[in-house]
């Protein structure tokens, strides 16, 4: 077989990312864009790398154990890794390979300079740029050097940071192998980057350019502050001018070497505004070739640049896809369902089909259009209390982009006249039976489902759930349904603002929402209480589940000493709540009931924390501070002018707080127990299919959106390619972060709180759950590693139905994501446990073990000590 040691850049494209790497793959593609300069050279490929690794034994031992680490394994990484590329560098590289590489040399110019630059197979890829991850080396010269630097590179696919992205980012030490590019040297007047999308508000419409003199090295590392220009539609729009004192430039004898710059060329442009706006629109050039924004490395010589490097932009948010050319405005779907994890497409598709309007997806998410709620003054004015009044931030950010003036156009108002007169529903009665017949009604419906799906496979189980969910549509419009949820939140608002108004009291319907009934969410963490109470008992069953790793573990509970109790209480409890579970509106997550191993640490905590009869005990204390609290008001407000007018509506108005505001939870719990109905059926079906071979595993069905599964269903074929490029773009989608507001420019508009009352250095959020409360901060991004202690102050992304259980147990809670009326603000006010949402980072912020205190009711996070020691058990 002939071996490919050597070839020109002008022998290779995108194609060949796994002989060349992705660096030598895009410089080669590069060079055939018309009028893009590419400096001269040749790639030594992977081929003679793996020859490099095969000719030493030892270094498969140590990718052995290397292999065996973690990423929190820093200090074994940074030594086993050394290890590693010592054994490299010292290898002789073979005489036939060193004669390859220096008559390649020999071709471009044996006495001229080289830049030899590490190319890695899993660099510059859409999903993981690796940028900096190994080793760059300019003004190389001489056929030895560059023999040298060549093994250099080869090592350096085994830097400390290089071995910890990887795993970061799962990628195999051994299936990542390494080319290096060799190019003539450019020595340029400057050098910089240019990102054809703002790396900082990720718009694509809008270029930004770092520029500074000499060599771009001084840029890269940070020795140089560099100028910044911004272009937009062919022109600069933006300029930030740094004092550049030092530039790094090549040395006469090799390598480089950096210089102080004339004090009167420090606050000169680097670049001029006409080739600000030429290298502008090279990148556009660049960015249509690969389809996809790029950050770009660049050199002006002889007043013409030369493009040394370009990879895709991998941190910028994807747009959701539109069919006209006109500007939209975008709001997640996930910072209001408290779940901003990238979803699977089956999920995906599933929320989109239950969904009461459109959904578009970007990145594993949802976002709702609302470019036509912000174009019309009235409709506007709505959005924007609602959305602003849930989540200040989005209000915020919406309120920024209308501000702007020309992103989205003022229409009127379709109707001058107003919108045609409708019956105005009756106002619904304060009555618990009401609630009670709308759960009945419910809870029928979801029986009916559960024994009717049975009877249906193939193609029909699919038209049947597509029936079905017009059926759970039809229970969610339910105008009673709708009238109680309303009646509830319009009742607390109403509360909050008259007492505040007529007592100076903030948030006082928060301590009357405590023990409500009908709420099925937050019965759900008392009754994970009542199983704890099961288990104390028994010391056997509960050192037996201090070591549970098994998902079986149900089935041997019983052979112990109290196991059967055990196990029956927690299967009572899984018959009722186990298909929730954290990110449940993504129907392809692992419910409670399929991996019930997720509980053991809230039982063990709970058994640990609390005496027997707690949870029994926590609502009955609840209640009575609901009606010691509702009995204050009422005598306040009595004292007040027209005071038994005022106190009679209070009264009333606290009635329908604590008779419908519980039900809010029910809808979702509803549609998850549905969800789960589907995805039982749904993974009986791709059983057959996996029997049949249609498809390898069960789950490859959760990588097909609802529509393509129903095809797959009718013919059995599927289309396997598609699978697994769902399979990395899901992997690639779970690194990013989604925003709150999002335009169709890509724009990631982050809104802020205005707002100066607050201590400095506090973190602002939003008040969701009144009280203060200082406590230790545990920062959990697991509720499976989620061992609290009582008195601890939860610090987590977001909060779910699913994280209840954990509630019990804290004192507080602190989260990045969420609203006035979202989950864990509802469940936090009936526990009583002051939250703030909507803490931005608070997981990065905010260290585990730290003191803090949270406020509330104004709505900000104080850190008053660095982290607290954690005990021996690990905490």
């Known amino acids: 077989m002939i071996q490919h040691y050597v070839l020109g850049l002008d022998e290779v494209d995108e194609t060949q990312v796994a002989l060349v790497g992705g660096k030598g793959a895009h410089l080669g593609q590069l060079s055939r864009i018309e009028g893009v300069h590419v400096p001269a050279g040749f790639c030594v490929t992977t081929e003679a790398f793996r020859r490099i690794m095969a000719s030493a034994p030892s270094i498969d031992d140590q990718l052995d154990r290397l292999s065996r680490l973690r990423q929190q394994d820093r200090q074994a990484i940074g030594a086993l890794s050394a290890e590693i590329r010592r054994s490299i560098e010292v290898i002789a590289v073979p005489d036939d390979l060193a004669a390859a590489i220096v008559s390649s040399v020999a071709r471009l110019g044996a006495q001229a300079a080289y830049a030899v630059r590490s190319s890695a197979t899993a660099e510059d890829m859409p999903a993981a740029s690796f940028a900096g991850q190994q080793d760059t080396y300019l003004n190389v010269a001489g056929s030895a050097a560059i023999l040298k ?236 209390q609602a959305l602003g009044g849930s989540d200040p931030l989005i209000g915020n950010a919406l309120q920024a982009i209308l501000e702007r003036r020309d992103f989205i156009p003022a229409l009127p108002d379709q109707d001058p006249a107003g919108p045609p007169t409708r019956s105005v529903p009756a106002p619904i009665e304060t009555d618990a039976a009401i609630v009670a017949e709308l759960v009945e009604r419910s809870e029928a419906s979801l029986a009916t489902l559960k024994r009717d799906i049975r009877a249906e496979t193939g193609s029909a189980l699919l038209g049947f759930i597509l029936e079905d969910l017009q059926e759970l549509k039809r229970i969610l419009l339910n105008p009673q349904s709708v009238q109680v949820i309303r009646a509830g939140m319009q009742a607390t608002s109403w509360l909050n603002e008259k007492v505040q108004d007529w007592l100076g009291e903030k948030n006082a319907a928060d301590v009357l929402t405590q023990s409500v009934p009908n709420n099925v969410t937050s019965e759900m963490g008392l009754a994970l209480m009542d199983v704890a109470d099961v288990i104390r008992p028994h010391p056997d069953v509960v050192a037996f589940l201090q070591d549970v790793e098994d998902e079986s573990f149900l089935e041997t509970l019983p052979t112990l000493p109290g196991g059967r109790e055990a196990s029956d209480a927690i299967r009572a409890f899984l018959d009722k709540y186990g298909m929730r579970c954290v990110g449940e509106i993504d129907m392809t997550r692992p419910r409670w ?184 901060a545990r920062v959990v991004l697991d509720m499976a590693d989620a061992d609290l202690e009582a008195g601890d102050i939860l610090v987590t992304a977001y909060t779910d139905p699913s994280w209840t259980p954990v509630f019990v147990a804290i004192a507080g809670l602190v989260t990045e994501v969420g609203g006035l009326m979202t989950h864990g603000a509802v469940i936090a006010r009936e526990y009583g446990l002051p939250a703030v949402v909507g803490v931005e980072q608070a997981t990065r912020l905010i260290r585990d073990g730290q003191r803090i205190r949270v406020h509330g009711s104004d709505g900000y996070v104080e850190v008053l000590s660095s982290a607290l020691p954690l005990t021996a058990s690990g905490r």
Not at 211 to 232: H, I, T
Not at 279 to 307: K, S, T
Not at 341 to 348: E, I, S, V
């Open 593 to 776: 009931s399929e991996r019930p191993t997720t509980l053991v640490p809230v039982i063990l905590s709970n058994i640990r924390n609390f005496e027997p009869g707690a949870g029994e005990r926590r609502f009955e204390e609840g209640l009575q501070q609901a009606r010691e609290k509702e009995q204050e008001l009422l005598m306040r407000v009595r004292a007040l002018p027209d005071g038994a007018s005022k106190a009679a509506e209070v009264k009333r108005m606290i009635d329908r707080v604590r008779t419908f505001i519980g039900y809010r939870e029910y809808p979702k719990y509803h549609i998850v127990s549905r969800y789960f109905v589907y995805k039982q059926a749904l993974l009986s079906e791709a059983e057959s299919l996996v029997r049949a071979r249609v498809i390898a595993n069960q789950e490859d069905i959760f990588f097909l959106r609802f529509s393509e599964l129903q095809e797959l269903v009718r013919t059995s074929r599927a289309d396997k390619q598609l699978i697994l490029q769902r399979k990395d773009a899901f992997r690639s989608d779970q690194t990013l972060s989604p925003p709150r507001v999002l335009t169709s420019d890509g724009e990631v508009v982050a809104g802020s709180y205005r707002r100066v009352d607050v201590p400095a250095g506090a973190l602002l959020g939003l008040p969701v759950s009144a009280g203060i409360v200082e406590g230790r």
């Open 149 to 384: 630097h060549v093994s250099l590179c080869w090592a350096s696919l085994f830097t400390e940071r290089a071995v910890t992205y990887r795993l970061r980012n799962g990628f195999g030490h051994r299936k990542t192998h390494m080319a290096v590019v060799i190019q003539q040297m450019v020595i340029p007047k400057a050098a910089g980057v240019l990102f054809t999308a703002d790396p900082v508000t990720s718009n694509r419409n809008v270029s930004s350019i770092e520029a500074s003199f000499g060599l771009g090295e001084a840029l890269v590392s940070g020795l140089v502050n560099a100028d910044v220009y911004k272009v937009r539609d062919g022109a600069v729009v933006a300029k930030a001018i740094a004092v550049k004192r030092l530039a790094v430039y090549a040395a006469s004898s090799g390598g480089t070497r950096a210089a102080a710059i004339e004090p009167d060329r420090q606050q000169q442009q680097a670049l001029t505004d006409v080739q600000i706006v030429r290298l502008a629109q090279l990148g556009r050039r660049i960015e249509a070739h690969f389809g996809h924004p790029q950050d770009i490395e660049w050199c002006l010589a002889d007043d013409g640049f030369q493009i040394v490097q370009s990879r895709p932009i991998t941190t910028l948010f994807p747009v959701p896809a539109t069919s006209d050319r006109q500007n939209h405005v975008y709001i997640s779907v996930g910072h209001q369902q408290m779940m901003t994890d990238a979803m699977k497409p089956l999920g995906l598709s599933l929320w989109q089909l239950t969904a009461l309007r459109p959904m578009f997806e970007a990145g594993g998410r949802l976002f709702v259009d609302v470019t036509r709620e912000l174009s019309s003054p009235t409709s506007r004015a709505g959005l924007l």
